[in-house]
Antibody
């Protein structure tokens, strides 16, 4: 079964750090772009970051640039999101997603179940 | 960044109704437009990719059309399991922006 499972969420104080993980199974993790998407309580989906299959290309939303770092370990089939200097507005469910990416279409075809990050004092 | 605007933000419909949701991009995205369905407390699910292609396993009552800046998602004969929130997403450029969502509720 093709699956993504996130972990690492929790309650953290403003200014704190957290590292999210997303473990893949059932497919060749090392050939796919991977993304993080978040959803604040009661709000819509917001793209956060992406990383190329070999980890050499990364991109970030302006709202997290300089604070978050995306990385991956293809041997462990795991995607990471290191989140530093967390703010109240980073509170959200964080999803990892696999991206099909070719010249004809690009879409997030597999999603994890999400992990909850709450930033509060 | 490309802004994606969906309309309406919410709608009420009955089982059997035909429902249409529109999505407009702030600049051309050619055909790089996807639709996702999200049920309460669950992860999003890919419905349509490249504007008009049905993802494997998605019922044929769902259809999509459009190109450039204007796109539509149509649900023919709405079923009880279709009550959910629908998001469009452009994947033409990064950041891969989403629309604000359209909630389909029971009338």
């Amino acid at each position: 079964e093709v699956r993504l499972v996130e972990s690492g969420g929790g309650l953290v104080q403003p200014g704190g750090s957290l590292r999210l993980s997303c473990t893949a199974s059932g497919f060749t993790f090392s050939i796919y772009w991977m993304h993080w998407v978040r959803q604040a309580p009661g709000k819509g989906l917001v793209w956060v970051s992406r990383i190329y299959s070999d980890g050499t290309i990364t991109d970030y939303a302006d709202s997290v640039k300089g604070r978050f770092t995306i990385s991956r370990d293809n041997a462990k089939k795991t995607l990471y999101l290191q989140m530093n200097t967390l703010r109240d507005d980073d509170t959200a469910v964080y999803y990892c997603a696999r991206a099909v990416d070719n010249s004809n279409f690009r879409a997030f075809d597999i999603w994890g179940q999400g992990t909850v990050v709450t930033v509060s004092s | 960044d490309i802004q994606m605007t969906q309309s309406p933000s919410s709608l009420s419909a009955s089982v059997g109704d035909r429902v249409t949701i529109t999505c407009r991009a702030s600049q051309t995205i050619v055909g790089f437009l996807n639709w996702y369905q999200q049920k309460l407390g669950k992860a999003p699910k890919l419905l349509m990719y490249a504007a008009s292609n049905l993802q494997s396993g998605v019922p044929s009552r769902f259809s999509g059309s459009g190109s450039g800046t204007d796109f539509t998602l149509t649900i023919n004969s709405l079923q009880p399991e279709d009550f959910a929130t629908y998001y469009c997403q452009q994947t033409y450029i990064t950041p891969r922006t989403f629309g604000q969502g359209t909630k389909v509720e029971v009338k």
